[in-house]
């Protein structure tokens, strides 16, 4: 069972990128072997046309980013920081150790320009370098006050 959104992006799919379903009765007279409504258009085309109508772009890219990681910042890098998240428009990066972390944020502003010519559609606007820690019980950006885990050990 379809939905009515699904069934129109298919409808436009097949309206721009041919087939006999497309035609409209009586638009072509005769038989035009190599018409417009006849040569089907490019599988590229018509992925980028459906990845823009459903809104998966921007995830498509934001994944683009992770696999090409080691491409963008290099492999020295790659081997000591990696993307761990990405929300509200900022990047999140885990580093090993805090040195590293400490040289990502010196390079922070050509990375965040990298990132954004190379992957407009991610929409990275910021970049939050994480070093390495002791675990938190901090969940989230917002917390509230307190003693918090061990108000309930006794």
């Not at 980013?65 to 900022?90: C, K, Q, R, Y």
């Not at 929409?123 to 917002?142: C, E, N, T």
Request: glycine share 10%.
């Amino acid at each position: 069972m379809t939905t009515p959104e699904a069934r129109n992006v298919y409808q436009r799919l097949r309206t721009k990128f041919g087939g006999y379903r497309a035609r409209e009765k009586g638009a072509i007279s005769g038989s035009e072997p190599f018409g417009d409504l006849r040569d089907p258009g490019s599988m590229a085309d018509a992925f980028d046309e459906l990845t823009q109508s459903m809104g998966w772009a921007p995830s498509l890219a934001r994944a683009d980013l992770n696999e090409h990681w080691a491409d963008i910042v290099g492999d020295d890098v790659a081997a000591h920081a990696s993307p761990i998240g990405f929300h509200e428009g900022s990047l999140e990066i885990q580093c090993d150790s805090s040195a590293w972390a400490t040289q990502l944020k010196l390079m922070k502003k050509n990375l965040l320009q990298a990132l954004q010519e190379r992957f407009p559609q991610a929409g990275v606007s910021d970049i939050v370098v994480k070093a390495p820690g002791a675990p938190s019980w901090k969940h989230g950006s917002r917390s509230v006050p307190g003693r918090g885990p061990r108000d309930t050990y006794g």
